[in-house]
């Protein structure tokens, strides 16, 4: 009735078995490389030319969003434009023709969801 008890007294086998010592490999080369993928086969001199180079939401080395103190947060949301979307852009759905907006929820799909699909079942 206790088997609980009993296998919480059990010695703990791995099911695995490893075969022969654990070593570390003595010659692994750590030495940086460009990534198979990389569209050029060269690694940047320094951190500071990649970074001039870098896009990231456009260019990261941008005059006009620089600050004085140079940390991020430093200037105004005013000072950083409109935030009015482009002609053709929408920021929300709800924004576009009513041909792409979505469709309201008809009782009969929320039943279907509520029950799992079970009343749909006859």
């Not at 075969?19 to 050029?40: E, F, L, M, V, Y």
Request: net charge positive.
């Amino acid at each position: 009735m206790h088997a609980t008890a009993a296998l919480r007294n059990a010695a703990r086998t791995p099911l695995i078995k490893f075969i022969g010592k654990r070593t570390t490999p003595t010659a692994i080369d750590h030495t940086p490389k460009a990534h198979p993928a990389s569209p050029s086969s060269s690694l940047p001199d320094s951190f500071a030319s990649y970074r001039a180079k870098a896009q990231q939401h456009g260019p990261l080395n941008n005059p006009a969003r620089a600050s004085s103190a140079g940390a991020i947060g430093a200037a105004t949301g005013a000072s950083l434009g409109p935030i009015e979307p482009n002609k053709g852009q929408f920021f929300d759905r709800d924004d576009l023709p009513d041909r792409f907006r979505r469709l309201p929820w008809s009782e009969l799909e929320i039943e279907a969801i509520e029950t799992g699909g079970a009343s749909l079942v006859n």
